[in-house]
């Protein structure tokens, strides 16, 4: 049976983008490091890895929403 995990990001206000952006860090319930993702004016970057360095994707907003549409 697959195990089931909790997670929420809610904002009540809006977040101007600039290029320094937000950045998201996940981390398992043991405190054991998953990954990030990046987001600011230019688009969104998601990392992997123990120290985050592996880059899983970089993509400009006009690419991210191309490759969702497919």
Same mark, same amino acid.
């Given at each position: 049976?697959? !195990?089931?995990?909790?997670?929420? #990001?809610? #904002?009540? =206000?809006?977040?101007?983008? &600039? #290029?320094? $952006? +937000? &950045?998201? @860090?996940?981390?398992?319930?043991? $405190? !054991? ?10 688009? +969104?970057?998601?990392? &992997? $890895? ?10 400009? @907003?006009?690419?991210?929403? =191309?490759?969702?549409? !497919?």
């Amino acid at each position: 049976m697959a !195990k089931r995990s909790q997670g929420y #990001l809610q #904002l009540h =206000e809006t977040v101007e983008l &600039t #290029l320094r $952006g +937000i &950045t998201v @860090w996940a981390y398992t319930k043991r $405190g !054991k490091f998953l990954g990030r993702v990046e987001v600011n004016r230019a688009g +969104i970057a998601v990392a &992997t $890895g123990k120290k985050g360095n592996k880059k899983l994707g970089n993509l400009s @907003w006009e690419k991210l929403f =191309e490759a969702l549409e !497919k």
